[in-house]
């Protein structure tokens, strides 16, 4: 495994809980990873897939057995108990559960992992003051957690976590106890301070959209092992794992169209000569007006039943369903065209 930038580094981790109730447990199964500098990294996975541990594993939380877990070029498992706690310093998490104190004020749950920061009173009120604001709550310094909304307690939570100025960041499902709308402002914020810091973030998640959202890489965790891994927009567009597969149609309404095949829509009824056509962007290159493209240029009708394109990367990614009408030799060619521009074609049904 190449080391230049990464600033994590997995290499065959193995881990097994060991119970007198339940035996043996296998959490995590020669996993190999590499996150770089820089990298908005998604690690997604069912429940119980080992997402958690994996975490545990890179912040020296939880011993392993095999292999080895480097971050900054440290193996975790051979640190002192004082570099221990500098990993955990220059490392910032946040949680589903955002873990604030209640009793505490805004500013006093973000000044406390500074207790021993050789700062003093002011310096720390005036770091947690800062890191409010960074986070857009400078107002509610002395609010308590209770009075906040949860996207709210997330950002504390998430200044809380900068507060050492870490250079890298654990989400461990930060986003699954909100709802999309402030899922969608807490991303922004975290894609921000990605931006401006310059922080490595690791996004652990089991929502595809969370990572479609805010990630570049994401490896995908399947019962402790990783079945598929690399950028996110290759992996949407060609994605090769049947877990993979059932994560990405999850953020998509493209196979909704076989629903309504079994159900015999009139939406997708097909009169003689019509094609019902599933067209799928998966190549970064594809930029041309297709669908105009090869209405004029094989005189077709194209009726555009569902669409879904996002961009992701800075590149179109998803597709369209549509319904194809001409002559069958102008519906051949523009079928031809569209493979050789590499976008991906599913002929669903013909009149
Ligand atoms: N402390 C523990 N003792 C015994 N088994 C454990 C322990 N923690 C986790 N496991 C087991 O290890 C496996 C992986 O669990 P883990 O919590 O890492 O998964 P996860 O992907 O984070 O799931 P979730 O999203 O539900 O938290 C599961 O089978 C779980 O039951």
Same mark, same amino acid.
């Given at each position: 495994m190449q080391e230049g930038r990464a600033v994590i580094a997995l290499s065959h981790l193995s881990k097994t809980y060991h119970s007198e109730e339940e035996g043996d447990r296998t959490a995590l199964s020669d996993v190999s990873l590499r996150i770089d500098k820089g990298d908005i990294f998604g690690i997604i996975g069912l429940s119980g897939a080992g997402k958690s541990t994996l975490v545990r594993c890179l912040n020296g939380l939880e011993t392993y057995q095999g292999g080895s877990v480097k971050v900054r070029g440290q193996e975790v498992a051979d640190l002192s108990p004082r570099e221990l706690r500098s990993l955990r310093q220059r490392t910032g998490m946040i949680f589903q559960r955002f873990n604030l104190m209640p009793s505490r004020t805004l500013l006093g749950n973000v000044a406390l992992p500074l207790a021993n920061s050789g700062l003093n009173r002011k310096e720390r009120t005036d770091r947690a003051r800062e890191l409010l604001e960074l986070v857009g709550l400078a107002e509610l310094g002395e609010s308590?957690? *209770? $009075?906040? @909304? +949860? +996207?709210?307690?997330? &950002?504390?939570?998430? !200044?809380? *976590?900068?507060?050492? &100025?870490?250079?890298?960041?654990?989400?461990? $499902?930060? /986003? @699954? !106890?909100?709802?999309?709308? /402030? /899922? =969608? @402002?807490?991303?922004?914020?975290? &894609?921000?301070?990605?931006? $401006?810091?310059g922080i490595t973030v690791v996004m652990i998640t089991h929502e595809m959209a969370v990572v479609r959202q805010i990630c570049n890489r994401l490896a995908v965790i399947d019962q402790g092992r990783i079945v598929e891994e690399g950028r996110v927009f290759d992996v949407f567009a060609n994605p090769q794992a049947w877990l993979t597969k059932s994560f990405v149609a999850t953020t998509s309404n493209l196979d =909704?169209? +076989?629903?309504?095949? $079994?159900?015999? @829509?009139?939406?997708?009824?097909? =009169?003689? +000569?019509?094609?019902?056509? &599933?067209?799928r962007f998966t190549a970064k290159t594809v930029d041309e007006a297709m669908v105009s493209t090869i209405s004029r240029r094989f005189d077709l009708d194209v009726n555009i039943i569902f669409g879904d394109v996002d961009v992701v990367e800075g590149s179109q990614l998803g597709g369209l369903v549509v319904r194809l009408e001409g002559s069958g030799e102008h519906i051949r060619a523009a079928l031809e065209y569209m493979r050789s521009n590499e976008i991906g074609i599913e002929v669903l049904d013909r009149g």
């Open positions: 308590y957690p *209770a $009075e906040l @909304s +949860g +996207g709210q307690q997330q &950002r504390v939570a998430i !200044a809380r *976590a900068l507060a050492n &100025r870490p250079d890298i960041l654990l989400s461990d $499902e930060a /986003t @699954s !106890a909100l709802d999309p709308n /402030t /899922t =969608k @402002s807490i991303l922004a914020l975290l &894609r921000r301070l990605h931006d $401006e810091l =909704k169209v +076989g629903d309504l095949i $079994e159900a015999g @829509s009139p939406l997708i009824q097909l =009169k003689p +000569g019509q094609v019902l056509l &599933r067209m």
